[in-house]
């Protein structure tokens, strides 16, 4: 592959799976895989939580793209855009993990921003935590986040159908 082509798969592939991370937050996590992502959603102390197994998962679809693009392992069946997309997977899990657990959840650093669209991610992903349950709900994606007025008033809709129980601090 040229270098252009490369680039081009391995930022596709970022940007691809902010998708791919919404879709599963919104119908895995908050679905069938409520079991692993729900004590995300409580307060505790812990220094990893269940939640933390979709790190996992992500690293294991990043290595096994990896392993499908390497001749060592594949041999002359390779595909070589399966290392270029491995590394997007990879740079995404990355992007996510200074977001969402460094930014949002200060599991990293301490930075509470005062301005800007990385205070719209905070605000965006606090909305999201707003909920009890994991019913209803608001801003699945991690790097994408909608305007944090439009957020309140999705909430409060969903309230007022009995779709969504929200935390007091919402109210």
């Not at 004590?39 to 992500?58: Q, W």
């Amino acid at each position: 592959m040229s270098l252009p082509a490369i680039f081009l798969t391995v930022l596709a592939t970022v940007a691809a799976m902010e998708f791919v991370a919404w879709s599963s937050h919104k119908y895995v996590m908050h679905g069938f895989g409520w079991a692993w992502h729900k004590d995300h959603h409580e307060p505790h102390d812990n220094v990893l939580e269940k939640n933390d197994l979709y790190a996992l998962v992500g690293a294991a679809i990043s290595i096994g793209m990896f392993a499908l693009g390497s001749p060592m392992v594949m041999g002359a069946s390779a595909w070589e855009p399966g290392t270029w997309i491995g590394l997007g997977v990879l740079v995404y899990g990355v992007i996510y993990t200074l977001i969402h657990d460094g930014l949002v959840h200060q599991r990293y650093f301490r930075w509470v921003p005062k301005r800007g669209y990385a205070k719209r991610l905070v605000q965006a992903h606090k909305l999201h935590h707003a909920t009890i349950g994991k019913e209803g709900g608001v801003s699945f994606g991690f790097v994408v986040a909608r305007d944090p007025a439009a957020l309140k008033r999705e909430l409060r809709e969903q309230r007022k159908r009995g779709i969504a129980v929200l935390r007091d601090a919402v109210d």
